[in-house]
């Protein structure tokens, strides 16, 4: 048991009570029975990235540990819509729209947490049933004081930004979620724990003698290296992405970022994690190296190797020819040259005619580092014929880029 | 049309908007309609006094001149009972309770306003049918802020006292019954001005070009002089009250509240108010006098005249009682007296021997006025023949108290 605790609590960032997962486990062995982990999906943006697999992948944990998942489709508020009209870009969803996110969200989730101790439900099953008269009791069990406990609300009215009085019920339907399922434990990102603990609190007002265990897992900045990954922001990795774009975001990210996306969105053990850690902060290893293994890793996690290899390849090709195509690139009369027009020379001995000053050793190090390349091609065979054209670019390592002219 | 505005708006402290009532009767008289005068009745609270004939009687004239009473019966939230369970001496009503208190409600009601154009509304007919997705639509067109505007909201908010978050529906249920009967006018007392203006903005959103206009009538205080007549204050004088209590509970007023009940409780005219208020001004009359023809006219207008006559006297024989037995009687030796033991003398003979420094011609005034007692019942023949026994008492004006004695 102890061992299960510490496996299942790595990582994550709060647990509220602090001893509530132990306590939690400890009950589920005595009462041997699965512990019920409540997972809320919002069927208006059904799309899954980088962030939400950091809490998935926890979850994946306690689902192999044997506990049950309950995936909360909230389709009931997805079916009303935002009432106050404000935001049109958010309008009502038909049954059968919720229905269709809802299989696309269930198919992304599935890229992580397996389909064994998976329940699906839909809010719209009890919220919908409930009268005028049971909104008016539920909401008895909370006061005005502890909804402004939330941060966005207390800000918003302090700075005198209108709340919607409908706005106020939301906590509360997300928290009789809780008392439906009777969830033991609910999981999401620090910026949910409110809404979590308006859970936990309402299932004991409604007589559970321990209400669910709130776990907080650390929030993933996205690409922009500031925000936390949405996709309002637009700084996010779908799950389902092609290869191509996963690998090529993630080479996107600020080198400050990457300490935190090792822990968070790769799949390494912790011994690799903590090398490449330690790498990246005593400046043994370029920054852009560790960053092509955390988008390989990525790409390898949510497609599979060869794709990663494949992703790999095609972003060295993009960024050379971007390289290339953003460069001013030195003309050289091919007539200065000891070279006849449209004869094939070696490279190294081409290399070596273009920078005199060059050593032969030193230049045949940059070509089998992969530092040259002709016509956005890199060539790393240092006796690779290369045709004398005019036209033909190459570059040698970071500074220098010529174009044969004729 | 301007006579009626005049006749109407007399005695209304505010008019919100201010032009509101004038553009409505205007409105009406255009539209060859009456105006829709809304009153919100509680059935937990079915007993009228007063207070509430204050805005009754505003009503009735408006009933007289042609507009129709729209009477809502709050048997939606009166069923629910109070949520939180605090307030049990409110636990929730039945249908049938809330039938019978309407009844009891509709009778004291016709105390004061008539039977013709009106009609009576139960608001459980359209808020028990509403789903909770209806609910969240209404709550989004308000926000916290302007409920906040509320003055015992924002108290309690300040003082950290708990406000439940079913609290805040409250007012919102209130004012969409206005949107369900269309009404043009709502009265209320001051302290209701909130909830009304929450009734008019409701419509308003609903799509009505002009929304209700709120009128309130002055608060009425209550027999201890200081607080708003109420049930819950014990101050109140109930609309079916037996005539002796309304007699003398009006007595019991202190004088400083002649004035306010002068103008708000009596049906006399303009100018005997007018009068009566100047003479209790320029001290001429006493306070007493004038509150007695209050208590009269009052006990005149739910009961009759007789009744009013009766309790009047009731009134002062329990009053001379109480007057006689509080007080200390100077024994008086009838042996000292030139009167025979069980003789029988005339009064005024009487008074002259017992208070031989005063003129007859005085103590026959005194007699006359009727401030002349023997055992507590009031004399005002100077020849009725009084027993010379041991234990006769015998009050003459406000300072003599004497008893017979053997």
Known sequence: MSSQLEKLSKGIEMIVPVNGLAEKLKEAETEKRPLIIKLGMDPTAPDLHLGHAVVLKKIREFQEAGHEIHLIVGDFTAQIGDP?????????????????????????????????????????????????????????????????????????????????????????????????????????????????????NLQESFGK???????????????????????????????????????????????????????????????????????????????????????FNIVKQYHDEKAAQEAENFFYKQVQQKGFDSKTFEPVCISNLSFEINSSVKLLDLCATLIPTESKSSLRRLIESGAVSVNSDKCTDTNQLISINSGTKIKIGKRHFFELKE
């Not at 009791?137 to 909804?147: G, I, Y």
């Open 209 to 295: 003698k321990n209400g669910q265990v709130v776990l907080c897992m650390p929030l993933l900045r996205g690409l922009d290296g500031v925000m936390k990954m949405s996709k309002s922001k637009n700084n996010y990795i779908g799950l389902t992405e092609p290869a191509n774009d996963m690998y090529g975001k993630t080479m996107s990210i600020p080198d400050d970022l990457l300490e935190e996306w090792i822990q968070l969105t790769t799949d390494f053990d912790e011994e690799t994690k903590v090398n490449m850690i330690a790498d990246l902060k005593n400046g043994k290893t370029n920054p852009m190296d560790i960053k092509k293994k955390v988008a």
């Open 84 to 200: 106050t009209g404000r935001n049109t870009t958010r309008p009502p969803l038909t049954a059968e729209e919720v229905k269709i996110n809802a299989q696309t969200y269930i198919e992304q989730l599935h890229k992580v947490v397996g389909t064994e101790r998976l329940t699906i439900h839909f809010n719209n099953d009890w919220l919908g049933k409930m009268t005028f008269s049971d909104v008016i009791k539920l909401l008895s069990r909370a006061t005005l004081a502890q909804m402004m406990q939330r941060e966005d609300f207390n800000t918003r009215y302090t700075n005198n930004i209108p709340i919607a009085l409908h706005e106020l019920l939301y906590p509360m339907l997300q928290g009789y979620d809780s008392v439906e399922i009777n969830s033991d434990i609910e999981f999401g990102g620090r910026d949910q724990l409110f809404n979590n603990l308006v859970g936990k």
